[in-house]
């Protein structure tokens, strides 16, 4: 009689917990866990320009405009837009969509996030993007016209780039913090983020454009790359981003894992302190680009890539036909160091961020390139907001650092901050160049656009503030069982809204 009961009484217990394990299981297969070497220094779009920092907000936030795969500007919250003919009036018509804190989105929202981005007493990052609006008008609930003093072609690219993110206006006009506490639109909204560790996003189920498959979305802050692979092969995390190049063979030999291969907008440079000692010469500048393989720095650090020899992508239809990537040179490095006076052994100061470890091993072999030039570069290697702070900003503490500048949808976006005045970090001081970006970013004309930009590209081979490292491939790996998730073109950032795990 017992071992009767104690039969029948198994078979709930087994069902129960072989329900539950179903339930759990599916739980799981609804989080997303994704690994990435640097995060944000903020959460608020309009306070920064760290590409960490634009890759996670991309899930919180929305825009008027978005990239999609193609890499092609299309509407988001606008439901459409139109162009005056003279390019100074831009009418947009609205998407029913709600804030995270259950506002109501409409155009009051986007005529109180424009004010606040052209409003240069903030100090916005992205300021000089937004400086021709004059107005923002909101003609109902769902149209806003903007106004500009000047045709502003590269408007409708900030509008699309992560810094175009719309706030709702009665927490801009209460003063609510967005650094730490982002409200947006987008398919995940905030829970946590605990920084150095990991930033917890849940799925917004009143998303606009259709309720996101993942529940939640777990982004995890791993500086290294060995664990973070690790990670990818014990199903830790889902999606890794620091995937060095020991580690494609086994990713691709791996049926549970995909290798991602995506093209990059990123130009990854050496950047040089125009504003110290030596490097105040062209020639020196040049110089260290001939002294520098940088086929090999790109092969080894970065797993492969195109050379460039301007500030732009390979690829672009903005980058000059007539340069040329300066090519590995050591005996005309070290006649034009000769020719500027540079003596041998002379030490520069090379500064490197943590924790992107293929921008800290491509600066090691540009050590020993320098080093067969008679230059000695001692490395420091410094905390990303230490980097951000102290190099790219502020004192800008540094004779070389190597990092890469993610692709702008328009030339404008990368080439229009000041990069012939002492405010951008290099210190090339060219005003002729400047002139040049700050015509074409005022210029409807694409064929004058072209001109001019071909101009400033070529001046910038030529005298360059930078060495040119190329543009890399921009590789991710994921597990199989991911599906839908991709990075937009040229932004790089990160989309998890079509994701789902089988």
Do not use: C
């Amino acid at each position: 009689m017992r071992a009767h009961v104690r039969s029948s009484s198994s078979k709930p217990f087994v069902l129960l917990a072989a329900v539950a394990f179903l339930f759990g299981s599916l739980a799981q297969a609804q989080t997303l866990t994704l690994a990435m070497g640097a995060q944000p220094d903020t959460l608020d779009p309009q306070a920064t320009t760290a590409t960490a920092a634009f890759q996670v907000m991309r899930s919180i936030y929305d825009g008027l405009l978005e990239v999609d795969q193609s890499g092609r500007i299309v509407p988001d919250l606008a439901k459409s837009y139109s162009i005056s003919p003279d390019g100074l009036t831009y009418t947009f018509e609205l998407n029913d969509a709600t804030f995270h804190d259950g506002t109501a989105f409409d155009a009051a929202d986007v005529v109180a996030t424009l004010d606040r981005a052209r409003d240069a007493t903030r100090g916005s990052a992205k300021q000089v993007e937004f400086a021709t609006i004059t107005a923002a008008t909101a003609l109902d609930d769902h149209t806003v016209k903007v106004e500009l003093s000047t045709p502003t072609p590269a408007l409708l690219a900030s509008l699309a780039s992560g810094w175009g993110a719309i706030f709702p206006s009665e927490k801009l006009e209460s003063g609510h913090d967005f650094g730490i506490d982002p409200v947006g639109t987008g398919p995940f909204k905030l829970v946590s983020w605990s920084r150095d560790n990991a930033i917890v996003l849940a799925r917004n189920d009143d998303y606009f454009r259709g309720v996101p498959e993942l529940q939640q979305v777990v982004i995890r802050f791993v500086t290294d790359s060995a664990v973070q692979y690790q990670g990818l092969t014990t199903g830790d995390f889902d999606v890794i981003t620091n995937v060095p190049q020991v580690q494609y063979d086994s990713i691709e030999a791996d049926p549970a894992l995909t290798l991602v291969r995506q093209p990059s907008g990123t130009v990854v440079v050496g950047s040089l302190n125009a504003r110290n000692s030596y490097l105040q010469d062209a020639r020196v500048r040049r110089a260290l680009n001939l002294a520098v393989d940088t086929e090999l720095v790109l092969d080894v650090a970065y797993g492969g890539g195109n050379q460039v020899g301007t500030f732009m992508e390979y690829g672009s239809p903005w980058y000059p036909e007539s340069v040329e990537p300066y090519g590995y040179d050591p005996e005309a490095a070290k006649a034009l160091l000769k020719e500027a006076g540079v003596p041998d052994g002379w030490t520069i100061r090379m500064v490197l961020p943590q924790p992107y470890p293929q921008h800290i091993q491509a600066g090691q072999i540009i050590q020993d390139f320098l080093r067969d030039v008679g230059i000695k570069a001692e490395i420091s290697i410094i905390e990303w907001g230490v980097w951000l702070s102290d190099v790219y900003n502020g004192v800008h503490d540094f004779d070389i650092t190597v990092i890469g500048h993610t692709g702008k949808l328009d030339p404008t976006g990368r080439l229009l901050r000041g990069v012939g005045t002492d405010k951008f970090y290099t210190g090339v001081v060219d005003a002729e160049l400047e002139q040049w970006l700050t015509t074409a970013s005022a210029t409807a004309d694409q064929a004058t656009r072209q001109q001019l930009y071909t101009n400033a590209l070529v001046r910038m081979h030529d005298d360059p503030p930078f060495i040119y490292l190329g543009n890399p491939e921009n590789i991710s790996a994921t597990r199989a069982s991911v599906n839908g998730f991709w990075i937009t073109p040229i932004l790089e950032s990160y989309n998890f809204w079509q994701v789902h795990l089988d």
